[in-house]
């Protein structure tokens, strides 16, 4: 398994604010897939797609906006050379009607021990037994909430390897929620309601191949729109 980071610098054609930036580049990725006839129906497949992807930046606190006319960066990893290689070829010079691709760099993410991983976006997660995405504060407890995103990294990793590990693996040795109020981000005309999270590894070796993992396909849900972009601190 191979982590790779791609840094994006684009050209803004129109205002953004902070909370469409993450809509308006998971546009952009997805518009990547058509031109490439391998991969067309990739985004719209129901399978982890391995990829994802951070916000803007940098960004004037004071307008909360992303301006016409100004060039801005975001990094997206993924697993793989296929998709790699792609976004290298497709993502480069694309466009839509408010943002442009100027380049595409790439380098790769080293597997080392990590320490910990958190939130550079939102997380979102889609709790068990709802049948739409809900703010997990509605109903579930913190408890539940951290759970969720042990035993769903767990499952992401045995999609993506075919190995089948113990359920109750020990992944986080502290789990923190760093954020006093809920982050919003838009989503087809809707408000989805997210958290940031300050997770430490455990040591074993299944949690720190979970962790690298994560730093390419995101943690918990809707990381091919731009939540659960995690980065990292290697253990000194």
């Not at 982590?3 to 518009?31: F, G, M, P, R």
């Not at 597997?111 to 991983?117: M, Q």
């Not at 979102?124 to 951290?146: A, C, H, L, Q």
């Not at 040591?203 to 849900?221: E, P, R, S, V």
Request: glycine share 4%; aromatic share 12%.
């Amino acid at each position: 398994m191979e982590v790779h980071e791609i840094n994006v610098k684009t050209y803004i054609l129109q205002d953004i604010t902070v909370e469409e930036a993450l809509e308006d580049l998971s546009k952009l990725i997805d518009k990547s897939f058509y031109k490439n006839k391998n991969l067309t129906n990739f985004h719209e497949e129901n399978k982890m797609k391995n990829y994802c992807f951070n916000s803007l930046y940098p960004l004037n606190m004071k307008t909360k906006i992303y301006e016409k006319g100004c060039i801005y960066n975001f990094q997206l990893r993924c697993i793989g050379f296929k998709l790699r290689d792609h976004f290298l070829k497709f993502l480069a010079n694309e466009y839509t009607s408010k943002v442009k691709v100027l380049t595409c760099q790439s380098k790769n993410i080293y597997k080392r021990p990590i320490d910990r991983i958190y939130s550079i976006t939102p997380l979102v997660v889609k709790m068990p037994g709802s049948e739409k995405i809900i703010y997990w504060r509605n109903g579930y407890t913190e408890d539940e909430f951290f759970e969720y995103i042990r035993t769903t990294s767990i499952k992401k990793y045995e999609v993506l390897t075919g190995e089948c590990l113990d359920k109750n693996l020990k992944l986080f040795n502290y789990m923190k929620i760093d954020n006093k109020k809920p982050i919003a981000v838009d989503f087809k005309g809707k408000r989805i309601l997210g958290d940031k999270v300050t997770l430490s590894v455990e040591t074993n070796n299944h949690a720190q191949n979970i962790a690298y993992m994560l730093l390419g396909t995101g943690l918990a849900d809707m990381c091919p729109r731009g939540c659960g972009f995690m980065n990292f601190q290697y253990v000194r």
